[in-house]
């Protein structure tokens, strides 16, 4: 359901239809990252929680507050992170462990965004950047499989691509 989606999106793409391109010119842009931060108390690690610093820098993308899916997801399947899901599917999830907190989008939300991309008749999807993927099944899930995600939707012809709910894909 479109209007389940988050409201911010769909008013960031009422703006700019209203300056005149036409919807199949407006592309969504889709991260393969994750933003970290440094939580300032480790028991208060919900949305909105206070985090005045970066989070720690990953092994390979060295950049505090920023860390590849790769890293992410590998850093979960390792143990000790707690990942929570929206139960109402309009975000991304959220992973913490201690003091760090990352915030990114996992296959299941790179799938629904990519059906709200097909759904309105958008002109597509774009990520940053495709290294950032798990490119090497790191994390158990195949090679690229964000990647994978949004090509399963958005990559066939409109009458081949048949819809799944969040359920099938996680």
Same mark, same amino acid.
């Given at each position: ?22 919807? @199949? ?30 989070? +720690? ?12 899916y790769y890293e992410i997801?590998?850093?979960?399947? @390792? ?12 975000? !991304?999830?959220? +992973?913490?462990?201690? %003091? @760090? ?5 996992d296959v299941a939300m ?7 991309? %097909? ?20 994390? !158990? ?7 994978? +995600? ?6 066939? +012809? ?13």
């Amino acid at each position: 359901d479109l209007h389940s989606f988050p409201t911010r999106r769909s008013s960031d793409l009422d703006f700019w239809e209203k300056q005149g391109p036409p919807r @199949q010119k407006l592309v969504v842009g889709m991260p393969l990252y994750g933003q970290a931060f440094t939580l300032n108390d480790k028991e208060n690690h919900g949305l909105n929680a206070l985090a005045k610093a970066k989070g +720690a820098a990953g092994q390979f993308t060295r950049a505090a507050g920023f860390l590849a899916y790769y890293e992410i997801c590998h850093s979960i399947k @390792q143990g000790g992170w707690t990942v929570v899901q929206d139960p109402e599917n309009r975000i !991304g999830p959220y +992973a913490y462990k201690g %003091r @760090q907190w990352v915030g990114y989008d996992d296959v299941a939300m790179i799938r629904r965004k990519s059906e709200y991309v %097909r759904q309105l008749g958008l002109g597509g999807g774009m990520v940053w950047a495709l290294d950032l993927d798990d490119f090497q099944n790191r994390c !158990g899930e195949g090679a690229h499989p964000l990647m994978h +995600a949004m090509t399963a939707v958005l990559g066939p +012809a409109k009458v081949l691509y048949a819809k799944t709910d969040r359920k099938s894909v996680v």
